[in-house]
């Protein structure tokens, strides 16, 4: 079955004044989203998901030891992807 194709294309263009001055591309805006610091919040909730876990491992097993080993495992693993991750880029 044919469809039918427009001509001529809807879209109007407008030509550059200056074609070599004006390349097209305008400076992109930062989307809000693009600015947080995800690896950061990551670690916050690697945190007190340990913390939380260590505290029902006192109060309800009375274990010490157990709640040490979780908050030292937490911290190991924040560190581990701490140093692996590469630094965020300073855009100023």
Same mark, same amino acid.
């Given at each position: ?6 001509? $001529?294309? #809807? @879209? $109007?263009?407008?030509?550059? $004044?200056?074609?070599? #001055? =004006?390349?097209? $591309?305008? @400076? ?8 947080? =610091? ?11 998901? @340990? ?8 109060? !309800?097993?009375?274990? !010490?030891?157990? &709640? ?6 937490? &911290?190991?693993?924040? &560190? ?8 965020? #880029?300073?855009?100023?």
């Amino acid at each position: 079955m044919p469809s039918h194709l427009p001509d $001529k294309p #809807r @879209a $109007k263009t407008i030509t550059a $004044k200056d074609p070599g #001055r =004006d390349s097209g $591309k305008r @400076a992109r805006t930062e989307h809000p989203i693009e600015t947080i =610091d995800w690896l950061a919040i990551w670690s916050l909730s690697i945190g007190f998901c @340990a913390a939380f876990m260590a505290a029902i491992v006192v109060y !309800n097993d009375h274990d !010490n030891t157990g &709640a040490s080993v979780i908050l030292a495992g937490a &911290a190991g693993i924040i &560190a581990l992807v701490l140093f692996v991750s590469e630094a965020p #880029r300073d855009e100023s």
